[in-house]
Protein backbone atom coordinates (compact mmCIF):
# COMPACT_ATOMS: atom_id res chain seq x y z
CA UNK A 1 0.00 0.00 0.00
CA UNK A 2 1.36 3.41 -0.93
CA UNK A 3 1.46 6.52 1.53
CA UNK A 4 -1.25 7.77 0.59
CA UNK A 5 -3.32 5.15 1.14
CA UNK A 6 -1.99 5.07 4.52
CA UNK A 7 -2.58 8.38 5.06
CA UNK A 8 -6.27 8.41 4.53
CA UNK A 9 -6.50 5.23 6.35
CA UNK A 10 -4.91 7.53 9.06
CA UNK A 11 -6.69 10.39 8.70
CA UNK A 12 -10.28 7.67 9.16
CA UNK A 13 -8.67 6.41 12.52
CA UNK A 14 -8.26 9.72 13.91
CA UNK A 15 -11.75 11.62 12.88
CA UNK A 16 -13.72 8.49 13.93
CA UNK A 17 -11.93 8.45 17.42
CA UNK A 18 -12.48 12.08 17.60
CA UNK A 19 -16.03 11.63 17.09
CA UNK A 20 -16.77 8.57 19.70
CA UNK A 21 -17.70 6.08 16.87
CA UNK A 22 -16.19 2.87 17.68
CA UNK A 23 -14.12 0.51 14.67
CA UNK A 24 -17.55 -1.98 15.50
CA UNK A 25 -19.73 0.70 14.99
CA UNK A 26 -18.00 2.11 11.84
CA UNK A 27 -17.78 -1.64 10.27
CA UNK A 28 -21.20 -2.53 10.93
CA UNK A 29 -22.14 0.83 9.08
CA UNK A 30 -20.29 0.31 6.21
CA UNK A 31 -21.18 -3.72 6.18
CA UNK A 32 -17.76 -5.41 6.59
CA UNK A 33 -16.59 -7.69 9.69
CA UNK A 34 -14.55 -5.75 12.11
CA UNK A 35 -11.65 -7.38 11.06
CA UNK A 36 -11.89 -6.42 7.39
CA UNK A 37 -12.70 -2.83 8.73
CA UNK A 38 -9.83 -3.11 10.95
CA UNK A 39 -7.34 -4.37 8.04
CA UNK A 40 -8.88 -0.95 6.26
CA UNK A 41 -7.83 1.66 9.11
CA UNK A 42 -4.44 -0.48 9.95
CA UNK A 43 -3.76 0.50 5.85
CA UNK A 44 -3.19 -3.95 5.56
CA UNK A 45 -6.27 -3.67 2.44
CA UNK A 46 -7.42 -0.85 0.28
CA UNK A 47 -10.55 0.67 1.36
CA UNK A 48 -12.86 1.06 -2.06
CA UNK A 49 -14.28 4.19 -2.98
CA UNK A 50 -18.03 3.63 -2.25
CA UNK A 51 -16.85 2.83 1.28
CA UNK A 52 -14.64 5.74 1.56
CA UNK A 53 -17.92 7.46 0.78
CA UNK A 54 -20.07 5.58 3.11
CA UNK A 55 -16.91 6.69 6.36
CA UNK A 56 -17.43 10.03 4.71
CA UNK A 57 -21.09 10.26 5.35
CA UNK A 58 -20.98 8.50 8.72
CA UNK A 59 -18.36 11.28 10.19
CA UNK A 60 -20.62 13.77 8.44
CA UNK A 61 -17.27 15.18 6.23
CA UNK A 62 -16.47 15.88 2.63
CA UNK A 63 -14.76 12.77 1.15
CA UNK A 64 -12.48 15.26 -0.08
CA UNK A 65 -11.46 15.43 3.92
CA UNK A 66 -10.25 12.13 3.93
CA UNK A 67 -8.16 12.24 0.19
CA UNK A 68 -6.82 15.40 0.74
CA UNK A 69 -6.35 16.08 4.84
CA UNK A 70 -8.18 19.10 3.76
CA UNK A 71 -11.46 20.12 3.99
CA UNK A 72 -12.87 21.24 0.88
CA UNK A 73 -13.32 25.17 0.40
CA UNK A 74 -14.54 25.70 -3.11
CA UNK A 75 -18.46 26.02 -3.19
CA UNK A 76 -19.19 28.02 -6.11
CA UNK A 77 -16.86 25.78 -8.85
CA UNK A 78 -13.94 23.74 -8.83
CA UNK A 79 -11.43 22.98 -11.50
CA UNK A 80 -9.04 19.79 -11.32
CA UNK A 81 -6.59 19.74 -13.87
CA UNK A 82 -5.96 16.49 -15.50
CA UNK A 83 -3.83 14.26 -13.70
CA UNK A 84 -4.61 16.22 -10.69
CA UNK A 85 -7.05 14.78 -8.91
CA UNK A 86 -7.39 13.22 -5.97
CA UNK A 87 -6.03 9.55 -6.09
CA UNK A 88 -7.67 6.81 -4.73
CA UNK A 89 -6.11 3.41 -4.08
CA UNK A 90 -8.51 0.48 -4.63
CA UNK A 91 -7.38 -2.99 -6.20
CA UNK A 92 -4.24 -3.16 -7.71
CA UNK A 93 -3.39 -1.84 -10.71
CA UNK A 94 -6.76 0.07 -11.02
CA UNK A 95 -6.71 3.79 -10.60
CA UNK A 96 -9.48 5.53 -9.23
CA UNK A 97 -9.15 10.11 -9.32
CA UNK A 98 -11.59 12.04 -7.59
CA UNK A 99 -12.45 15.29 -9.92
CA UNK A 100 -14.71 17.04 -7.53
CA UNK A 101 -12.16 16.63 -4.04
CA UNK A 102 -11.61 20.45 -3.32
CA UNK A 103 -15.71 20.96 -4.26
CA UNK A 104 -17.55 21.66 -0.68
CA UNK A 105 -20.79 19.65 -0.29
CA UNK A 106 -20.72 17.56 -3.23
CA UNK A 107 -23.95 15.62 -3.71
CA UNK A 108 -22.40 12.78 -5.87
CA UNK A 109 -18.75 11.94 -6.63
CA UNK A 110 -17.35 11.46 -10.12
CA UNK A 111 -14.41 9.59 -10.59
CA UNK A 112 -11.78 8.77 -13.59
CA UNK A 113 -11.66 5.28 -13.34
CA UNK A 114 -8.81 3.38 -15.42
CA UNK A 115 -9.44 -0.80 -15.65
CA UNK A 116 -6.53 -2.87 -15.51
CA UNK A 117 -6.49 -5.68 -18.69
CA UNK A 118 -7.38 -8.55 -16.89
CA UNK A 119 -7.55 -12.51 -18.14
CA UNK A 120 -10.37 -13.53 -20.20
CA UNK A 121 -11.72 -16.01 -17.60
CA UNK A 122 -11.30 -14.17 -14.91
CA UNK A 123 -14.46 -13.32 -12.58
CA UNK A 124 -15.97 -9.39 -11.99
CA UNK A 125 -15.51 -8.45 -8.56
CA UNK A 126 -18.65 -7.00 -7.58
CA UNK A 127 -19.53 -4.56 -4.77
CA UNK A 128 -22.55 -2.39 -3.70
CA UNK A 129 -23.16 0.89 -2.61
CA UNK A 130 -26.01 3.28 -1.84
CA UNK A 131 -26.83 6.23 -4.38
CA UNK A 132 -26.77 5.44 -8.26
CA UNK A 133 -24.13 5.01 -10.27
CA UNK A 134 -23.57 6.63 -13.71
CA UNK A 135 -20.16 5.16 -16.17
CA UNK A 136 -19.40 6.79 -19.32
CA UNK A 137 -16.87 4.92 -21.39
CA UNK A 138 -13.92 7.13 -22.23
CA UNK A 139 -11.77 4.85 -23.83
CA UNK A 140 -11.67 0.39 -24.53
CA UNK A 141 -14.11 -1.81 -24.12
CA UNK A 142 -15.82 -3.34 -20.68
CA UNK A 143 -18.12 -5.94 -19.30
CA UNK A 144 -20.15 -4.58 -16.75
CA UNK A 145 -22.40 -6.84 -14.67
CA UNK A 146 -25.59 -5.45 -12.24
CA UNK A 147 -26.88 -8.30 -10.49
CA UNK A 148 -27.15 -10.95 -12.86
CA UNK A 149 -27.15 -9.02 -16.00
CA UNK A 150 -24.21 -8.44 -18.33
CA UNK A 151 -23.68 -5.32 -20.54
CA UNK A 152 -20.55 -4.91 -23.32
CA UNK A 153 -19.83 -1.46 -23.27
CA UNK A 154 -17.25 0.83 -25.47
CA UNK A 155 -16.08 3.75 -26.19
CA UNK A 156 -19.23 6.25 -26.08
CA UNK A 157 -21.66 3.85 -24.46
CA UNK A 158 -23.04 4.47 -21.10
CA UNK A 159 -24.74 2.96 -18.07
CA UNK A 160 -27.06 4.16 -15.16
CA UNK A 161 -27.69 1.47 -12.30
CA UNK A 162 -29.25 0.93 -8.64
CA UNK A 163 -25.49 1.14 -6.81
CA UNK A 164 -26.86 -1.19 -4.01
CA UNK A 165 -27.35 -3.96 -6.24
CA UNK A 166 -23.70 -6.04 -6.51
CA UNK A 167 -22.33 -4.55 -9.90
CA UNK A 168 -18.65 -4.93 -11.48
CA UNK A 169 -16.37 -3.76 -14.08
CA UNK A 170 -13.97 -5.91 -16.12
CA UNK A 171 -11.45 -4.49 -18.94
CA UNK A 172 -11.47 -6.31 -22.19
CA UNK A 173 -9.26 -6.21 -25.30
CA UNK A 174 -6.83 -4.06 -22.99
CA UNK A 175 -7.19 -1.16 -20.69
CA UNK A 176 -10.63 0.56 -20.67
CA UNK A 177 -11.08 4.14 -19.03
CA UNK A 178 -14.35 5.99 -17.55
CA UNK A 179 -15.74 8.33 -15.84
CA UNK A 180 -18.23 7.13 -12.99
CA UNK A 181 -20.23 9.09 -11.12
CA UNK A 182 -21.93 8.10 -7.78
CA UNK A 183 -24.68 9.96 -6.21
CA UNK A 184 -24.34 10.70 -2.92
Do not use: C, W
Not at 15 to 25: C, K, P, Y
Not at 88 to 93: H, K, L, P, Y
Not at 109 to 133: M, S, Y
Not at 150 to 171: C, N, Q, V
Amino acid sequence: MNGNARDIAQRIRGLREDMGVSAAEMAAFVQVSPEQYNAYESAAEDISASVLNEIAARLKVDLGLLLRGETPKMSVFSVTRRGRGAKVDRREGYKYENLAAAFRGSRFEPFLVTLPETAPGAPIPQNAHPGQEFNYILEGRMRVKVQDSEEILETGDSIIFDASKPHGMKALDGPARFLAVINV
